[in-house]
């Protein structure tokens, strides 16, 4: 039947003959020349510009831990985030489907543009008039159709609606996106008029030179312009490091961070060059939309910046021309950008890089910062606290010692140990498993796990507390680590990998989670809006499991930005720790997104977030929402009985 | 300028102490050691000074293996190089026998200025400093919050009791000891704790600085305080509350 229909198919065409796409007759030697000449300028040019930025791509240091393999992962992303454009899409669908029907075009005018050229020499492999050739050209017209449609829509909306975070810091728009949109559409138009000139005309020939010349103009404009991307972002997105906010590893005893020119690396300059200042990232930035001067774009453009005039080889520090320390240390480390990059580009690595090489180096000198490393350095704990208060804490609440029998040990962490407020999430999750029977114990010396250290760039501080930790652990035979703060879930599970093997840990969310069916069942009353912590959800995946809590008691709404598109409480990154904020404090707006939901409860997960909060909602005179950790939340359906009597904090 | 910084190995300020065996020490089995909080003041006085005059800062300290990591971390933060008095049993030495080691360690040096804190975190004595000034013949002066160079010698701010202060102009070679929190620690950074590994480190075995080892203070016992909780709840209207607190603070804890 199959082939039978497929034998068929010619003599059908033959009957309801298909559009025909019209070519010029023959060129002479003299126009074949003319047209070699052409290709050869436009490659010239192309490469002129293009060679120097692959040098300085390749000049630049290698990265070390860089592998290769396992290849999967990076077929999938190459597949998931280049081919089906999902991120583009998934994350600005509109415009977003329409910058991938442009992309679809051009992969299906690869071969239409190849034998374009061809034809020019009188080796045209595509009949217009045969079997493939009819379809496949008009398949190719369809999707010009797609492409001319998307491309206008996105020039005005470039140009007319102008979104803000299109703009250049200096409130611009780029003309060459202008040029370059007027370019695709040309080639589309001149394109599709081929199907409606006779084939062999002057207007056939005419047509042909336009498609021809447009495209050997938009050869050389590629390596000058953002469009760059179009070679370069594949690339980035199937090399990119992987993971979510990996830092990597130091190299030597030589690499302190970024400092120097001669610190970028392979990797960081491609992306730097794949950057397509699309401004998703700083679209997302709590710093940039908070009025302060960190803008993740302008970060990545500045290393470009710097790229250009310097080169990889560079001793010309860094924070300096193109990018400033104040605002390297603006950063909450939320990972939205990263989170949001189309073409692969990871910030994080870079931003914390930079405060790697201002920290290592011993540059950065901030009062509060010192105090925190120093804090961090004398007490292990990120608060400056003695330790007895946390023996203390332990003694009053009865919270049994880690002896390697119980199941979980259980991480207090510098919020669980030292803060009033993280205290009571202990509190209230000990109740829970106390409730449900099951065992845990608490290490008697416990040192923070090096989150701020880590986030700010001290990778002398963060290497001994996790070094310290970890042989701590070991000497407990710890299996299972389960903690309130999702910081401190990511630093044991990720980053102290770089120094030993971490046992397994889970976030309080997770275990609630899971044991939600044998908690009793409560009615149901007011409304909660669960704000997502960025190292729980972004860095995570998960933000389904404390949902699961709350929908448990109270009815849950969603806050405009939620889940993957969370907006940062502003404690991240070791900020909590600094000082005022340069314009509107993170936290404040914040609370003021979460309020506008009209929830009469806001449901938090992570200790900093809940210290955020507090603080924001302590500065409103209004009738403002309480707030509440989810092991709050689940230790309230717990029958009375079941609750120690340690509910306030002793006088 | 050439500064000598001397500094002490204290346990950690919130260890948990036990007295050992012997009554007379406490256990340092399961104890964390640290930097002497106002030597990690002179140290930055000495740091700060250098950057602004040039000159060598030299750390100076007295005590088993385990001072070295000391040593170390001052010469991560800065210092050029350090002097180590290795001995295993520093705590058979009274204040005087620690300074007439140290003055004979250092004594070839000839520095500008030597600078110890005020006193240590354990002990407490407050001597050390003193009376290496002495065994050396040269000035000091305690409890300083500031130096500043001038074309003679130096000038200090000195800290005196119930909030005076003392300015005074001393000449060079002298000794001062450093009051805490003036001014703002440097953190210790990677790039420190790299340059430290390939910065001189010197031990010299106390034997064999001919000091007298026969202490003329011996230490008899030490005990822990004993603690004492009296909390006092104060009833009454707010207003009330108020102001029987007011009189207590008057009256019975006189810091009002």
Not at chain 1, 247 to 253: C, F, K
Not at chain 1, 577 to 605: D, H, K, M, N, P
């Amino acid at each position: 039947m199959l082939i039978a229909s497929l034998h068929s198919a010619p003599a059908a065409l033959a009957a309801f003959p298909l559009p025909a796409l019209a070519e010029p007759s023959p060129f002479p030697l003299a126009e074949k020349l003319l047209l070699a000449a052409l290709i050869l300028v436009s490659a010239w040019l192309f490469w002129r510009r293009f060679g120097i930025v692959l040098r300085r791509i390749l000049a630049a240091r290698k990265d070390a831990d860089f592998h290769l393999f396992p290849l999967t992962r990076r077929i999938w992303d190459f597949f998931w985030e280049v081919l089906c454009q999902a991120k583009v899409i998934r994350e600005r669908p509109l415009p977003g489907l329409a910058h991938a029907f442009v992309f679809w075009s051009f992969l299906a005018f690869a071969l239409v543009t190849t034998n374009h050229i061809a034809t020019g020499f009188g080796f045209g492999f595509l009949d217009p008039a045969g079997f493939f050739g009819s379809i496949y050209f008009l398949l190719a017209a369809v999707f010009a159709i797609a492409c001319a449609i998307s491309i206008a829509g996105l020039f005005f909306r470039r140009f007319v609606v102008r979104p803000v975070w299109l703009a250049h810091k200096d409130n611009t728009l780029s003309p060459e996106s202008g040029v370059i949109a007027g370019l695709i559409f040309l080639l589309m138009a001149t394109y599709l008029g081929a199907y409606l000139v006779p084939a062999g005309s002057a207007a056939a020939l005419v047509l042909w030179w336009m498609h021809t010349l447009t495209l050997l103009s938009f050869l050389p404009l590629v390596p000058h312009t953002k469009h760059l991307h179009l070679i370069l972002s594949p690339a980035t997105i199937f090399l990119s490091r992987g993971g979510f906010s990996r830092i990597p590893p130091l190299a030597d005893d030589e690499d302190f961070g970024l400092v120097t020119g001669k610190d970028i690396t392979q990797l960081t300059a491609l992306q730097v060059y794949s950057c397509v200042e699309c401004g998703r990232c700083t679209e997302h930035c709590p710093a940039a939309n908070t009025g302060k001067e960190l803008n993740p774009r302008e970060i990545i453009l500045g290393l470009r910046g710097y790229l250009n005039e310097y080169g990889p080889a560079s001793e010309e520090p860094l924070l300096g021309r193109y990018n400033s320390q104040q605002a390297a240390f603006q950063c909450t480390t939320c990972g939205s950008c990263e989170f949001q990059c189309p073409v692969g580009i990871e910030h994080l690595p870079v931003i914390v890089g930079l405060r790697r090489g201002a920290v290592n180096t011993g540059e950065w000198d901030d009062e509060h910062g010192g105090k925190l490393f120093l804090a961090l350095e004398r007490s292990g704990n990120a608060l400056g606290m003695a330790h007895s208060e946390r023996e203390k804490f332990l003694a009053r609440e009865e919270l049994p010692a880690f002896d390697g029998s119980q199941e979980y040990c259980l991480w207090l962490g510098c919020m669980g140990g030292y803060d009033p407020k993280g205290r009571e999430i202990i509190r209230s999750f000990v109740q829970v498993m106390r409730f449900l029977g099951t065992s845990y114990g608490v290490l008697r010396r416990e040192k923070c796990t090096g989150d701020p250290a880590r986030r700010l760039g001290n990778d002398l501080v963060f290497q001994q507390l996790a070094e310290n930790n970890l042989e701590n652990l070991a000497q407990n035979k710890v299996k299972k680590i389960i903690s309130i703060c999702p910081h401190c879930v990511r630093t044991i599970a990720e980053d102290w990998k770089a120094y030993g093997t971490p046992p397994e840990i889970e976030h309080h969310s997770e275990f609630l989670a899971r044991h939600q069916a044998r908690l009793p069942k409560q009615p149901t009353t007011g409304t909660t809006v669960f704000h997502d912590p960025c190292y729980l959800g972004r860095y995570r995946n998960v933000y389904d499991e404390p949902r699961s809590v709350i929908a448990a008691s109270s009815t849950l709404v969603e806050a405009e930005r939620s889940r993957e598109r969370s907006f940062c409480c502003g404690a991240g990154g070791g900020l909590a720790f600094l000082g005022e904020e340069q314009g509107a404090r993170v936290s404040e707006t914040r609370v003021e997104q979460l309020i506008s939901t009209g929830a009469t409860t806001i449901g938090a997960a992570c200790p900093f977030c809940n210290t955020m909060f507090r603080d924001a909602l302590a500065s409103r005179t209004d009738n403002a929402p309480q707030l509440l950790d989810i092991a709050q939340i689940a230790a309230a359906a717990l029958p009375k009985t079941s609750q120690p009597n340690t509910l306030q904090e002793n006088p | 300028m050439k500064i000598i910084v001397a500094i002490k190995q204290v346990p950690e300020r919130d260890a948990r102490i036990r007295i050992d065996s012997s009554g007379k020490w406490i256990a340092l089995d399961d104890i964390e050691f640290r930097m002497n909080e106002s030597d990690a003041y002179a140290l930055e006085e000495a740091l700060l000074l250098r950057e602004a005059h040039g000159g060598e800062v030299i750390v100076l300290s007295a005590g088993p293996e385990r001072v070295g990591q000391t040593i170390r971390e001052a010469l991560a933060k800065g210092a050029d190089r350090g002097i180590h008095i290795l001995s295993d049993s520093l705590a058979s030495y009274d204040a005087l026998g620690v300074a007439r080691l140290m003055a004979a360690a250092i004594r070839d040096e000839a520095a500008d200025l030597i600078l110890t804190g005020l006193q240590s975190d354990d002990l407490g004595l407050g001597q050390t400093g003193v009376i290496l000034a002495e065994l050396l013949a040269i000035p000091h002066s305690s409890l300083i919050l500031k130096i500043e160079k001038t074309d003679t010698g130096i000038r200090v701010l000195r800290e005196l009791e119930d909030g005076w202060f003392q300015q005074i102009e001393m000449p060079t070679p002298a000794l001062l000891t450093i009051q805490s929190g003036n001014t703002r620690l440097r953190y210790a950074t990677l790039m420190g704790i790299k340059k430290a590994k390939t910065k001189e480190l010197r031990s010299v075995e106390a034997a064999s600085l001919g000091v007298d080892a026969v202490p003329s203070v011996t230490l008899d016992s030490v005990a822990l305080p004993s603690r004492q909780k009296s909390t006092q709840m104060l009833t009454g209207s707010p207003a009330e509350a108020a102001a029987k607190l007011v009189e207590k603070l008057q009256q019975e804890v006189r810091v009002l």
